[in-house]
């Protein structure tokens, strides 16, 4: 599974963003696709995943302004961010998984400017 991410920039504090990650090579076993992000200095978190066939998950610092969705067609899974702080600069990495492990995107950087 190869993912590509991209959508990241610099914003101003308040405003928006959306994430992209196409994934492509051997779909079969995906049980879910997801964002994390890293900050400098601190350990990669989740930000949000959709487990397939099951439902979306949620860092408490994002919800009610990031939202995950997915495009079965297309193999890609969207991030919108709303309202956007600077806590949330940090690289954005997509990610998935399977029974034989995990994969990552290259990450992209976010920069929210207060």
């Known amino acids: 599974v190869q993912l590509q991410a991209s959508g990241g920039g610099l914003v101003q504090a308040g405003g928006s963003l959306r994430l992209s990650c196409v994934a492509s090579?051997?779909?079969?076993?995906?049980?879910?696709m997801g964002w994390y992000r890293q900050a400098p200095g601190n350990q990669r978190e989740l930000v949000a995943d959709i487990i397939f066939g099951e439902g979306t998950n949620y860092a408490d610092s994002v919800k009610g302004r990031f939202t995950i969705s997915r495009e079965n067609a297309r193999n890609t899974v969207y991030l919108q961010m709303n309202s956007l702080k600077p806590e949330d600069t940090a690289v954005y990495y997509c990610?998935?998984?399977?029974?034989?492990?995990?994969?990552w995107g290259e990450g992209t950087q976010v920069t929210v400017s207060s």
């Open positions: 090579g051997t779909m079969f076993g995906i049980n879910a």
């Open positions: 990610h998935a998984d399977n029974l034989l492990g995990d994969y």
